[in-house]
């Protein structure tokens, strides 16, 4: 058996449970046989080559408790792109706490973080076991059915556009259409999540805007104008990163981070909710709104789906689990069991596979016109959502 300590990280953007899983690997950890003393990069990858560890396994039971409801990334987090230069380092502060278990929560640019560092231990003849836990509420991590995170992001998207989709409705005297902006750079699974939100055919969302189809001005017009001749009001919901077939950003951002991702709404672009604001009011003349959410559907700890918080604890715990029987380089997936009944086990993707991907909505989930889902997406969905609340109407019975 391997002893030695463990280390856990999380990094890029929170979700509501980020902190749930955290619990899961501190849980666990303190029960396997292996790991003598469970530590904490504070800031990410970052701390770690600062030696900004702290001892989690001195933090009282309530706290660890109370990380399954807490939002935002407890340990801090980071976006560093780790360097070839920065191995050694890496490797250096590894050894000199004898960590063995390396543990980091996150999505695509982490699960290559890890990777990285556990191939380049290899290559020392270093033992280390690497493990991945998944997070983004973007959903789109390849090797899992989804991530944790993604449920509450998507329950906390349905409900905006659901909520501020009852108030276009009765202001639509006064504006004529509402566009609503999610977050998910490559991906429109939160875009797609706010169907769910339906209850009436009239009902928001009319629109979907998502950067698995390229965004077409005419054609967008054209539907805009289909649904306000239907209902009478438009919604729209877009990604930020929806693009034009040549691969032009409709934010028309320029603005890139470390991992060379573009940054949408940055200094030199304007957020695409914005864009479409400006198409429809050209074309139409109409007075209409626009909300955009950024970071908040990823910290929103009052609207996080309990089922979301069970896996992602799982997750964690799994993380060790896996570590304890000599796995390494993999990350741990959710697998959805198939029957009629809605249950989620754990198994493994390779890191090799799942860094630096982004895993697209397929086509079943996307209608022909490239402009809503399907009923394959809400299937998918809806388990991971929970219920919808419904609200009530007024018959509106004529006084004659």
């Not at 780790?82 to 960590?99: F, G, H, S, T």
């Not at 899992?144 to 009765?170: E, I, N, W």
């Not at 490559?186 to 965004?215: S, Y």
């Not at 009001?233 to 034009?244: D, M, P, Q």
Request: aromatic share 8%; glycine share 10%.
């Amino acid at each position: 058996m391997l002893k030695g300590n463990a280390v856990i990280g999380q990094s890029g953007g929170p979700t509501s449970v980020i902190n749930s899983s955290l619990a899961g690997v501190v849980t666990a950890a303190k029960d396997a046989g292996c790991i003598e003393n469970i530590y904490g990069m504070r800031f990410g990858i970052e701390g770690l080559m600062d030696e900004n560890l702290i001892d989690l396994g001195k933090e009282v039971e309530p706290t660890i408790e109370g990380l399954k409801t807490t939002p935002s990334s407890a340990l801090g987090s980071c976006r560093h792109k780790l360097q070839e230069e920065d191995l050694p380092k890496v490797l250096d502060v590894l050894q000199r706490y004898n960590i063995r278990y390396f543990f980091l929560i996150g999505g695509n640019d982490t699960m290559d973080t890890i990777h990285r560092v556990e191939k380049y231990a290899v290559e020392k003849g270093y033992d280390l076991r690497g493990i991945g836990i998944p997070k983004t509420v973007d959903n789109d991590l390849y090797g899992t059915d989804h991530t944790p995170g993604f449920a509450s992001a998507a329950r906390y998207m349905a409900l905006s556009v659901k909520q501020a989709g009852v108030l276009a409705r009765d202001m639509q005297k006064v504006d004529q259409f509402v566009i609503f902006q999610c977050i998910g750079r490559d991906a429109g699974w939160l875009v797609a999540a706010t169907a769910l939100a339906k209850q009436n055919e009239d009902d928001a969302p009319h629109i979907l805007c998502m950067p698995e189809r390229d965004f077409d001005k005419e054609k967008f017009l054209a539907d805009v104008e289909k649904a306000y001749k239907k209902y009478g009001w438009v919604s729209v919901v877009c990604g930020e990163g929806i693009t034009y077939a040549d691969g032009t950003p409709v934010s028309a951002s320029e603005t890139k981070d470390k991992f060379n991702n573009v940054e949408f709404g940055a200094m030199g672009g304007t957020s695409v909710a914005v864009q479409l604001h400006k198409m429809i009011s050209e074309k139409f003349g109409w007075r209409g709104e626009f909300q955009i959410t950024e970071s908040l559907p990823m910290s929103a700890a009052d609207r996080a789906a309990q089922l979301d918080i069970d896996e992602a604890f799982m997750a964690g715990e799994n993380a060790v689990r896996l570590a304890e029987q000599g796995q390494s380089g993999v990350m741990v997936s959710l697998e959805r069991v198939p029957g009629d009944t809605y249950d989620c086990t754990t198994g493994t993707a390779p890191l090799s596979e799942v860094a630096v991907r982004a895993k697209p909505m397929p086509d079943e989930f996307i209608n022909d016109e490239g402009n809503f889902i399907t009923d394959a997406f809400i299937e998918y969905a809806k388990p991971l959502l929970g219920e919808m609340p419904d609200y009530v109407r007024l018959a509106c019975h004529k006084v004659k």
